[in-house]
């Protein structure tokens, strides 16, 4: 098992404000960002809490951060986090987190479905609750498939009909069971290895309802953060990231709110050259007023 590194760690770090008591890494994976903050701490007597909605993920997590006393895990998605605070009676949190998307972990484990070039069931579920990538393919419209692909994959219009009407069309074909039977498949019609990653990406957004979530957090956020208290939102892609400009700019639209960051925060390209995996995220800062 190799650890995730985490991305943008101490630009995320400096925007704690000083006075700040519980913080919320709300995807922690496997904890990089959560252990970042406590070793960098300003203030010694902090709360910390872990949200990832990945069992497995969270354990692993547990383990990485077991030399820390302060930290409570929570197995929820972020979007329960109010829900979740009301049950521990704390009426609101200083700072958030959400690094979104999947952990290495996610890629590694050949298990998961996640990976293009590992074998594995066509699975992708963050949560065991959920339906599977295969089931989702099985059950979802070639029509709905369709407009997935546009919106969540920017392909053209026709581009994303003819990967529907062809994967709905195969749809018991065996090889739509595992991650490199679809990749079989789809080579059938000249699917290259980019394109078939965005599939897999749309199909892994939509297995987990994931843009779903976020608003779904942001529509609470006023009820979660304490006043000054702020949230951080890394993306990874330009989908989620339209996404989370857009419901920020609303929140600040409301008077309650104030964007920290104007532009987004991108790394630096040292930290592009230490780690590959961060050379598309961008930061977005909100500040409750
Ligand atoms: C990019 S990783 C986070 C990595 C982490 N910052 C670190 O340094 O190890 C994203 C994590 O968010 C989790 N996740 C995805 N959707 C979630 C949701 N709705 N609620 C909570 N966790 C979620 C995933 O299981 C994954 O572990």
Redesign the pocket.
Known sequence: MK?????L?KEINEQIPDHAQIIV????????????FITHATQKNRTYIG????PQ??EQ?KN?LSEHQNIHFIN?????LSEELAKRAIPSVDYI??????????VLNADRGFSIRKDGPLDMR??PDKQTAYELIQTCTEQDLTDRLIRYGDFKPHVAKGYAQYIKKNKADPRVRTTLGLRELMREIRVNDRQLAVIFQVLRIVV???LE??EI?CQKLANILATWGRCAI?T?HSVEDRLVKYLFKDLAATEQFQLVNKKVIKPHYTEVQRNKASRSAKLRIIEKL
């Open positions: 650890r995730h590194i985490p991305i760690a890494d709300g995807t922690l994976g496997h904890g990089g960002h959560t252990d970042y949200v990832d909605v990945d993920i969270l997590a990485y929820n998605s972020y979007a329960q987190l959400l690094d979104l998307g999947i952990n290495r972990e996610h963050f949560a987990n309802k994931e979530q976020v957090f890394i990874f």
